[in-house]
């Protein structure tokens, strides 16, 4: 065995200070509120940005496709029927959409905004699920009926409009007259409301027909893009380079990667500054665990003095207080562990309850730009993080431990 009954029957009773070493006590409890404090806001905080990340790129990918091809010049693409119908013959594409992307300015009941319109076919909203599981039959058929849009809850919100209401749209690229060019402006009706749980897409998104988009924006045979949808969007690289040879030379092909490096790279930076920042806490609780052991075989000189001359062995001695330190370690770490977990699971009712009592918007969908604050425990990041927390423990120990092991029993019991 790695100790032996007397070795840890000996430590616990060290961890179970006498009311003359009370500070020691109080310094072990502080160093095992900080393991735990520091275990648990680490898998917290790490489950919550996994659960950020998740959901954001599954939004993002869920509206728009895993991949898209532009034309170079941007002028659109004109031949998109016959390059879709090759598309979707590709291993792994579910479905090839073709759409008409540009910026207006909504109008309704005096107010002002700034949208994008997306015209796409009716159809093609399945492949965009948060999108299709949002909608009514009756506002799908409405939809297909053409002279009709779709417009997110907060923008419905902040227009004041509702289902079958009128708004009016105004596009920068107007048409040429003989006194310049003039925007064009359109009323459409509203088929329905959607809501993707992303604020900026409820905010600020407009779905036409793509019929009606390229007229209104002035495309006629054209569209702005083709987006590609995948079965498993981690594997669209291996298609890529079929994909750009059927795309054609006029063409470029981005992936939903390329599209948004810059905010994944943010977001991988952020977990990475925010997992060093976080173990410094149980950094510091591992300190405190040093200096309580120290504390404690100073106090202990004469009972370590005593063992020594009845017979024990230096690496029992190290083993004792190795068992003493490690024991503050695994009790902090297993407790954290236990809340973290327990926190994440509850963690939107805990959200509601803290702002119930506060008053104040924890998580802004503005700022945030979800519905909801999301947790997603990673099994492997919590062992990672139980792993660490117990290595500190146990090198916070090997020093007081070594320490205690090099006593000599003469020299301490020549005082007593």
Not at 141 to 162: D, P, S
Not at 185 to 204: C, P, Q, W
Not at 371 to 399: C, G, N, R
Request: aromatic fraction near 8%.
């Amino acid at each position: 065995m790695l100790f032996t009954p007397l070795e840890r029957l000996i430590a616990f009773r060290y961890m179970r200070s006498r009311r003359s070493e009370g500070f020691i006590s109080v310094v072990a409890w502080f160093s095992l509120a900080g393991i735990t404090l520091g275990v648990a806001t680490l898998i917290i905080v790490m489950s919550v940005m996994n659960g950020f990340r998740a959901e954001l790129i599954g939004r993002i990918l869920g509206l728009n496709g895993h991949l898209a091809i532009y034309q170079s010049a941007g002028a659109g693409i004109t031949d998109y029927s016959k390059i879709s119908l090759q598309l979707s013959e590709i291993d792994n594409i579910i479905a090839v959409t073709p759409q008409v992307e540009g910026q207006v300015m909504a109008t309704a009941k005096g107010q002002n905004l700034g949208a994008v319109i997306r015209g796409v076919a009716w159809s093609d909203l399945a492949a965009r699920k948060p999108l299709w599981e949002s909608l009514q039959d009756d506002t799908i058929e409405r939809f297909r009926q053409g002279e009709h849009v779709l417009i997110g809850r907060t923008m419905a919100f902040n227009l004041g409009l509702k289902t079958g209401d009128s708004l009016t749209l105004l596009a920068a690229n107007g048409r040429a007259t003989a006194f310049g060019t003039l925007p064009v402006r359109r009323t459409f009706k509203i088929a329905g409301l959607f809501s993707v749980g992303m604020h900026e897409y409820d905010a600020n998104f407009i779905f036409m027909t793509l019929k009606d988009s390229q007229q209104f924006l002035g495309l006629q045979d054209r569209v702005s893009g083709i987006e590609l949808y995948a079965s498993d969007p981690m594997m669209i690289e291996s298609a890529r380079a079929e994909i750009t040879k059927i795309a054609g030379s006029d063409n470029r092909v981005f992936s939903w990667r390329d599209r948004n490096s810059s905010f994944l790279n943010a977001l991988q930076v952020e977990r990475n500054v925010m997992f060093l920042i976080l173990t410094l806490i149980i950094l510091v609780a591992g300190f405190n665990i040093i200096s309580s052991m120290i504390m404690l075989v100073r106090s202990k000189h004469a009972d370590i003095a005593v063992l020594r001359a009845m017979g024990a062995t230096r690496s029992s001695i190290t083993r004792i207080f190795l068992i003493t330190g490690s024991s503050i370690g695994l009790l902090g770490t297993t407790v954290g562990t236990i809340l973290g977990l327990l926190f994440c699971w509850n963690i939107e009712t805990i959200k509601s309850g803290i702002e119930s009592l506060t008053g104040s918007e924890l998580f802004s969908a503005e700022i945030y730009f979800l519905s909801q604050l999301p947790a997603k425990v990673d099994p492997y990041e919590v062992l990672s993080v139980i792993a660490m927390a117990l290595t500190l423990s146990l090198l916070a120990s090997i020093y007081p431990a070594l320490k205690a092991a090099n006593i000599q029993p003469a020299e301490v019991l020549r005082y007593e």
